[in-house]
Nanobody, 116 residues
């Protein structure tokens, strides 16, 4: 079975940094887009950043200039570098892969908590 596993979350003070990683186990072929989403308590899940197979990126306005998404196609990994973290960045972060046939794969999530 295909599994996505996030790592790198934790508790950090405002202004600090974290680097999230997502690794795939099992066989996934022809991955096109990779992305990160987050869900704050009491709120709906929102897109944070995406990256295409060609390296084109998109970011939510709230994280532009602070977060950077990157991918390693050889390893099928995706990363999210988060700098200058703010309390409003707190939430559960999920990685997402889109593969051939428009199949979606999701990780279980990793908690990011930013204290003021």
């Amino acid at each position: 079975q295909v599994r996505l596993v996030e790592s790198g979350g934790g508790l950090v003070q405002a202004g600090g940094s974290l680097r999230l990683s997502c690794a795939a186990s099992g066989r996934i072929v022809s991955i096109t887009d990779m992305g990160w989403y987050r869900q704050a308590p009491g709120k709906q899940r929102e897109l944070v950043a995406t990256i295409t197979s060609g390296g084109s990126t998109n970011y939510a306005d709230s994280v532009k200039g602070r977060f950077t998404i990157a991918r390693d196609n050889a390893k099928n990994n995706v990363y999210l570098q988060m700098n200058n973290l703010k309390p409003e960045d707190t939430g559960v972060y999920y990685c997402n892969y889109v593969a051939a046939g428009r199949f979606n794969y999701w990780g279980q999530g990793t908690q990011v908590t930013v204290s003021s």
